[in-house]
């Protein structure tokens, strides 16, 4: 069967799984049950690295991105782009080239269509790997973290993202979440996560993460990345905990700058640390490295990623972690700006990485580790310590006996009603209520029926019905509310401004959605006129809670921490009445003018 790219996903012959994998089974004689398959034997993974050449040991420690729906066939676009960036037409071109053992998905990629296409390409990404000599099955990853980060998206199901779930508060949910959302991956033929975000936010102006963090309280932290791992892990995909030694207080995005953290190494222990330790003795099968730099940890001057101090003086000696270590995409600025390119990988792996994530130049940085091998700075025994690693977590997720999806585990697993219905129960437990003065909440359809629903309207997270002022006013109509939807932008001009002004006359009330509002945001402008007008003014922060600081005058202030539809549609039951607030600050939001002085606590939240 050819990989077409169609949605029909069709299961592959058992001539076909049984010719690709006879070989690689004989090898490993592993026994098809998965209680086998979760306990891999070291000894027969080690004969298969010792058949394995050089360049296949090299290919191994990549995982690359590819552009394309299919394996074989992709548009003439991403054929084009795939030939500029990797100098090659297609994914079983990639994998044929450079026998790389792992591949990441991303929508910009035009991976990401549907889930029969997504399963379609990962079995087509399977066959051309099994297809060559001593082929081994790929590890196809994703960054499915729900909430800002989603690359999987409709119809599967959609979560609240972290910082929402950490206004929740419950592990049970996080667990849930974990275990639906690996299950759905799993049947797209994707078995490793690159989530949950492990970051302990304590910085407001984090540009990077921020959202993507659980919250601020180390503890809470902790317990919500264990319980998210175990769930995803017991769904049979990898969770890959991020992004080590701890991302959370940086004021620096390590795509485009590097960062530095400036924690002692007490503070690191009492905060950051705190979570990963938990990732560790929750059994976590990955972790992500960061490009930042802790001179308390490591004085070099070194990226995490690149610093062995780091990553196994800590990570692996001290923590006691002997899983796959992962670094961030190898393109980012943060890990690119001290060493070249080609010194990048190598180091990365004297460092004691394992897997080497999106290189901006795969040919420049695989034969930059050939080299360092036929030199001498790099062992081949040192690639078989990783490969061991890489090796078992492929044969613990049951990839070397399974490497296969079939249509039918797309249908039974991927947008369930039921999933569908668990992910709306989740989200109604996350919406924070922070401000409702004179007790305008709940909106009454007697007395605030006209709504006017205006703000921002940022990119819409993978596979959302997006913008969020439509999306909020259909939820709030559906609700039997009569609403309009007037978008104003994240730096609403003069002439805007005045238009939703004039529309707030028609309105019972208005609805504002704010995004990164900070002192000198034309949304705060936009709040205070609408305010004048004397209709009550309801602001939601669709990403950080931060916003509310910044709008005294707003009537009432809640935060739905994403603008994904799950948390819209959950934001929407609030504001009718059709459930009760229930999110507590997993932040403490600080004044605006005095950093210091608190405004609203850790854990701050009102209800009805």
């Avoid at 080239?97 to 269509?113: E, P, Q």
Wanted: aromatic share 4%; with cysteine.
């Amino acid at each position: 069967m050819h990989d077409t790219g169609t949605g029909s996903t069709a299961p592959p012959s058992r001539r076909t799984v049984l010719t690709a994998t006879a070989g690689l089974a004989a090898a490993l004689a592993l026994a098809p049950d998965p209680a086998r398959a979760a306990e891999p034997d070291d000894r027969r993974l080690r004969a298969l690295i010792s058949r394995m050449t050089l360049e296949e040991k090299v290919g191994q420690l990549f995982v690359m991105r590819v552009y394309g729906h299919s394996a074989t066939a992709p548009d003439q676009a991403d054929i084009d782009a795939n030939l500029a960036e990797i100098g090659v037409r297609t994914a079983a071109e990639l994998i044929a080239r450079y026998r790389v053992g792992g591949i990441i998905y991303f929508t910009w990629a035009h991976n990401t269509r549907t889930p029969h296409q997504i399963a379609d390409l990962s079995n087509g990404i399977q066959r051309a790997s099994l297809a060559q000599p001593r082929g081994l099955p790929v590890l196809i990853a994703t960054d499915q973290e729900h909430g800002t980060v989603t690359r999987v998206g409709r119809p599967a199901t959609l979560f609240p993202g972290a910082m929402a779930v950490g206004a929740g508060g419950s592990r049970a949910d996080a667990r849930t979440l974990g275990r639906i959302s690996g299950a759905e991956l799993r049947a797209l033929g994707i078995r490793q996560a690159y989530a949950p975000d492990a970051d302990v936010n304590v910085n407001p102006a984090n540009p990077v993460i921020g959202v993507r963090s659980f919250g601020a309280d180390p503890g809470a932290v902790a317990g919500l990345v264990a319980a998210e791992v175990r769930g995803c892990q017991e769904s049979g995909v990898a969770a890959t905990a991020k992004h080590f030694p701890g991302h959370g207080d940086t004021a620096v995005d390590s795509h485009y700058g590097f960062p530095v953290i400036t924690h002692s190494r007490e503070l690191w222990e009492k905060l950051d640390a705190v979570p990963f330790r938990a990732a560790v003795r929750a059994g976590i099968d990955a972790i992500m490295t960061a490009h930042i730099m802790v001179p308390a940890l490591d004085a070099s001057g070194d990226p995490a990623t690149l610093s062995h101090p780091i990553l196994t003086g800590i990570l692996r000696g001290e923590l006691g972690y002997d899983g796959v270590v992962v670094t961030d995409s190898l393109g980012m600025a943060g890990v690119r700006q001290k060493y070249g390119d080609a010194r990048v990988p190598v180091l990365a792996l004297k460092a004691g990485a394992d897997q080497l994530l999106n290189p901006p130049s795969l040919d420049l940085a695989w034969n930059a580790v050939r080299a360092a091998v036929h030199t001498g700075e790099l062992t081949e025994a040192r690639l078989d310590e990783s490969l061991l690693r890489i090796l078992r977590l492929k044969a613990k997720l049951g990839l070397l006996d399974r490497p296969f999806v079939t249509g039918a585990e797309v249908d039974r697993t991927v947008g369930t009603p039921g999933h569908l219905r668990t992910a709306d129960r989740i989200a109604d437990r996350t919406t924070t209520l922070l401000a409702n003065r004179a007790g305008l909440l709940p909106l009454s359809r007697r007395t605030h029926r006209r709504l006017l629903v205006v703000g921002a309207d940022p990119a819409s997270p993978s596979g959302t019905d997006g913008p969020p002022t439509t999306v909020l006013a259909a939820a709030l109509s559906a609700l039997g509310f009569t609403a309009t939807a007037l978008p104003t932008g994240t730096a609403p001009a003069p002439a805007v401004i005045d238009r939703a002004v004039a529309a707030a006359g028609d309105a019972d009330a208005v609805v504002v959605g704010t995004y990164n509002v900070d002192a000198g945001s034309p949304q705060r402008t936009l709040v205070t006129r609408l305010a004048a007008t004397g209709t009550p003014v309801v602001a939601l922060a669709l990403r950080n809670p931060y916003d509310v600081a910044h709008l005294p005058e707003a009537t009432a202030c809640l935060a739905s921490y994403s603008w994904t539809d799950v948390e819209l549609h959950a934001a929407a039951r609030v504001l009718a009445g059709r459930v009760r607030p229930h999110g507590r600050l997993p932040v403490p939001v600080n004044q605006p003018d005095n950093p210091t002085q608190v405004l609203y606590p850790l854990g701050y939240g009102l209800s009805y």
